[in-house]
Structure formats: C-alpha cells, structure tokens
C-alpha cells in the first residue's frame, strides 16, 4: 500500500513534474482523477464523492466544491505541484484549495491551505490547526474551493468524465455526484456510478477484462444520453463485436512491466427497430487511460494510431485529429449503423511478466507507439477470428466478388462429368450426399468454401499467406491457424532496429 507523506513535508520532490491547467473545469477532473487513485490503491470498499451546490440569488453566485474520498491519504507533493494560469479566468476563482486528509495509521485529520495564485512555493502552503480522530480508524482526503463557473457547465463536465472513468470497472469505488442550486427548491440532481452495472465480474477479473465489460457497458448506453441504457438501439452485448489486445514490455530499472491495453467494439444497429440517429457515426472517438485514470493521448500515440494498416481490415482512415485530449478517427468507408468505439489503457505493474513482451528501451515515445501499435492489431485480429466476414481487407472483399460465378463454374464441371465416382468422392468433400443433388445446392456450397477460404487466407500475415485448399478434410481446417506466426518474429525484429535507431 502507498503511504501519504509526513504532513509537514512541503519540499519539492525530484522526478515529479508540474501539473498546469487553465480552467477551474480541468483542475477539478484532475482533483476527481487523484482521489479516484487513491481509492483504488486502497484496495478497500471506498466513495468517492462530488458535491456541487450555489445560491443564484447572491449578487455574484458562487459554487462551492467538495471532492471527497475514503482512499489513502493525500500526498501533499499531489497538490504543491498544481500550477494555474490565471489569465482570464481571474474573476471565476480566487486560486484557494481547501485540503483535509488523514492516513489510517495517523491519529489527526491534517488540514492546509494552498494558495495557487501564489509564486513562493514556501508561501504557497498554508498549516491549519488539526482535528484529533479520538481513536478511530479511517483514512480520506477531501478537497474544496469555490468558483463562480456556471454549475450547469460544470456539471455536464464532471458527469461525462466520470461515465468515461467507469469504463475501467473498479470494483471497489463507488462514485456519488450530486448538485443543488439552494434557492430554487426540487432543483438537486443526485447520481451514483457503480461499476460492473450490467455485467457481473469476478473480484479476481484481469484489467483487460474489466475494461472490455466497461467499454460494453458504454457503448450499450445512448450516446446522447449516458444516463441510462438506451434499449432502442440495444438490447444486449449479444448485438456486439467485441476485440481485445494486450501488449507488454519489461523495464529492469524499474522493475515493473509497461502495459497497453486496447479494447475495440464494433456496433450496428441496422437490424434493429430503432428510431435513434447515431451522431458521427463515421467517426471513432479513442478513450484514452493511463494509469488507471483518464488521461490525454500522447503524440507518440496519434501517431501510432494514424501507422496501422487499416486497410488490411477494409478500414480507410480519412483523418485523425486530436480533440479534448482524445484522438478523433475518421472513416471513409463505414455505413450508416456502424459505428466503432476503441479505449487505450497505458500503465505500469510489478514483475511477473506475462503475453508479448518486448525489451524496454530508454526512447519511450517509441517504446508506447510500438506497444500501442502491437495492442490494438491484436484487438483487431480478435474480432476478425470471432466473426465471419468481420473487417475483411479491400483485397478480400473484391475477390469475394467473384466467388459465385466461379462456384458456377466449378459446379458445373463437377455435375457434367461422367465420372461417377469422381462426382461421389467430390459430393463426398463437399459434405454432400452423391444421391439427387441438384445444382443450385452444390453451387451455393462451393460458394461457402470460397468464401470461408478467402476469409481464411485474409487473416494471415501478408508474408506467410499460403493459400488453403478448396477440397480438404474440415479437420485439417482446425489446425491451419495455430502455425507459428512468422510475421511477428519480423515484427519484433523491425521493432529492435527501430529502437536502436
């Protein structure tokens, strides 16, 4: 478990970085973000609260803010690295965070000041006297202060950042957001995010399989509306294709292991009885994590995602633009009722390693785009193995054309032998009987294997592709894929040139 830092430790600690925002909104998602940490770290049953409240009858209303959590104490050094810029956003706040927390094994709630408007990072922090916890046993932090940004505004923010925080499905963290204008009565808003809502997970479920549930469940409610499941445009995960991809890489001087998950869900709502209309539905927005929190995308991901080959899955990526901190994808070649939602989870945890390892490299840019690269492949050859006819290249597609005219062909030369038992044994391959077959069913079954083989072939490597036969024993089908990949020994091979560049 993380301990807090002594309580009167206000000196800068080397290695960390400032943290700088520009508007009261972003600083409270990060506040959230923290106390969201510290509850996980906990490892405990932990609340984490936000409460919102303002008097619209005050001559300049305010709204103050509690953010609250029952994790592990705060690390003072969290909050004395905060930096704000105050241009024009003096008048929404007067830089004052309010900061109480306690660590289970202390016996005082600990109170500060810290004054972000502040330049002397001596003068900055501010001791208040403390409060005694006459024996209990509990741990939190609670951070307030009080801006004059509108509550609706803020509100809309906090509640779309936290339907995001969920998609991580920790189960240990309950999250209750609640906001009140005081002098207009029946005007309080009240909700709690729980996770695993609609799919109950085992306490032991990996990360990866915490994030596909959450991604799920996100892609499950309407876009428009996250406060509930949108059962128009789904009734189930069943109407839902679903990939996921972990990469991972070993750094001995830190003894840990750097992970990146990516999780990708394709839906389509075409086959359902729905009168919703799916905004952007050309569009894929990547919900972006790192270390368990939401985070923005980094350079050296943009640009891994705009290297993937979306052509070998009959992808074609118009644009990718980074927006609110996520990556936007732009698509030029989805229907109407498709749409496609990807999540990216970068993180570190301790030995031992496990799945695709790759050496760690002291360029890290590299290293993330290499591993993001890696992850989000291996999402996309997940669905196309569980889903016939799923993310087919532009080459597969166009020779799928042809198949039924040469289905007619082969049909026709099978039925017009003379050759008994040639027609027997190829009836026979065919999984026919050789007795009253007509044309029209050994046509349409020739035509099943040209496809289930065009399919086949499209999802090997572009190096190793060797064809497979038409008139095989289906046995022979189930083996063909667990051939060891060659293209990966060259992709790793490429990525050891790459990070020695």
């Known amino acids: 478990m993380r301990k807090s830092l002594p309580r009167d430790s206000f000196q800068r600690h080397g290695g960390r970085f400032s943290m700088a925002f520009s508007s009261v909104q972003s600083l409270c998602l990060h506040l959230i973000s923290s106390a969201f940490r510290r509850c996980r770290f906990s490892e405990q049953i932990c609340r984490l609260s936000i409460i919102l409240s303002r008097s619209s009858s005050s001559m300049k209303p305010s709204v103050p803010i509690s953010i609250s959590d029952t994790?592990?104490?705060?690390?003072?050094?969290?909050?004395?690295?905060?930096?704000?810029?105050?241009?024009?956003?003096?008048?929404?706040?007067?830089?004052?965070?309010?900061?109480?927390?306690?660590?289970?094994?202390?016996?005082?709630?600990?109170?500060?000041?810290?004054?972000?408007?502040?330049?002397?990072?001596?003068?900055?922090?501010?001791?208040?006297?403390?409060?005694?916890?006459?024996?209990?046993?509990?741990?939190?932090?609670?951070?307030?202060?009080?801006?004059?940004?509108?509550?609706?505004?803020?509100?809309?923010?906090?509640?779309?950042?936290?339907?995001?925080?969920?998609?991580?499905?920790?189960?240990?963290?309950?999250?209750?957001?609640?906001?009140?204008?005081?002098?207009?009565?029946?005007?309080?808003?009240?909700?709690?995010?729980?996770?695993?809502?609609?799919?109950?997970?085992?306490?032991?479920?990996?990360?990866?399989?915490?994030?596909?549930?959450?991604?799920?469940?996100?892609?499950?409610?309407?876009?428009?509306?996250?406060?509930?499941?949108?059962?128009?445009?789904?009734?189930?995960?069943?109407?839902?294709?679903?990939?996921?991809?972990?990469?991972?890489?070993?750094?001995?001087?830190?003894?840990?292991?750097?992970?990146?998950?990516?999780?990708?869900?394709?839906?389509?709502?075409?086959?359902?009885?729905?009168?919703?209309?799916?905004?952007?539905?050309?569009?894929?927005?990547?919900?972006?994590?790192?270390?368990?929190?939401?985070?923005?995308?980094?350079?050296?991901?943009?640009?891994?995602?705009?290297?993937?080959?979306?052509?070998?899955?009959?992808?074609?990526?118009?644009?990718?633009?980074?927006?609110?901190?996520?990556?936007?994808?732009?698509?030029?070649?989805?229907?109407?009722?498709?749409h496609i939602d990807i999540v990216l989870h970068f993180y570190q945890r301790p030995y031992p390693a496990m799945d695709t390892m790759i050496p760690a490299s002291r360029k890290k840019p590299q290293l993330d785009r290499i591993l993001l690269k890696r992850a989000v492949k291996l999402s996309l050859d997940d669905i196309k193995d569980k889903h016939a006819g799923v993310l087919l290249s532009a080459q597969a597609l166009k020779i799928s054309t042809y198949a039924p005219d040469l289905a007619k062909t082969i049909a026709g030369l099978i039925l017009s032998s003379n050759d008994s038992d040639f027609q027997g044994e190829c009836s026979s391959l065919l999984g026919l009987q050789p007795e009253g077959v007509g044309t029209e069913i050994v046509q349409n079954r020739i035509r099943e294997r040209l496809v289930s083989v065009i399919e086949m072939n499209d999802k090997r490597p572009q190096k190793t592709k060797e064809a497979p036969f038409l008139f095989v024993d289906d046995r022979m089908h189930e083996g063909y894929f667990q051939e060891y990949d060659c293209e990966e020994v060259s992709e790793v091979g490429h990525l050891y040139e790459e990070l020695l560049d």
Not at 291 to 305: Q, R, V
């Open 71 to 338: 994790g592990i104490g705060g690390c003072l050094e969290d909050f004395q690295d905060l930096k704000f810029s105050f241009e024009g956003v003096a008048e929404n706040w007067d830089g004052i965070l309010s900061i109480k927390t306690t660590s289970i094994c202390d016996t005082e709630i600990y109170s500060y000041q810290l004054n972000l408007k502040e330049t002397d990072s001596t003068g900055r922090i501010n001791k208040l006297p403390s409060n005694t916890k006459n024996g209990a046993k509990f741990s939190g932090t609670e951070v307030c202060l009080s801006s004059r940004v509108s509550l609706d505004l803020l509100l809309a923010e906090i509640h779309s950042f936290l339907q995001k925080m969920m998609i991580l499905q920790t189960p240990n963290v309950a999250i209750h957001l609640a906001a009140e204008d005081c002098d207009v009565p029946g005007s309080r808003y009240e909700k709690v995010f729980l996770a695993n809502e609609y799919k109950q997970l085992a306490l032991a479920a990996s990360s990866l399989e915490r994030l596909k549930s959450g991604l799920e469940d996100y892609v499950l409610k309407h876009e428009n509306s996250l406060d509930e499941k949108c059962n128009s445009c789904f009734l189930s995960r069943e109407h839902l294709k679903v990939g996921s991809g972990i990469a991972c890489c070993i750094d001995d001087r830190l003894h840990t292991e750097l992970v990146t998950e990516a999780v990708i869900v394709i839906s389509d709502i075409s086959k359902q009885k729905t009168t919703c209309v799916r905004e952007s539905g050309d569009k894929t927005e990547v919900l972006y994590f790192k270390d368990f929190s939401p985070g923005t995308i980094s350079h050296s991901s943009m640009k891994a995602l705009k290297s993937i080959d979306w052509r070998r899955y009959g992808l074609n990526l118009v644009r990718i633009v980074q927006q609110g901190g996520c990556a936007i994808l732009e698509w030029g070649n989805l229907l109407r009722d498709v």
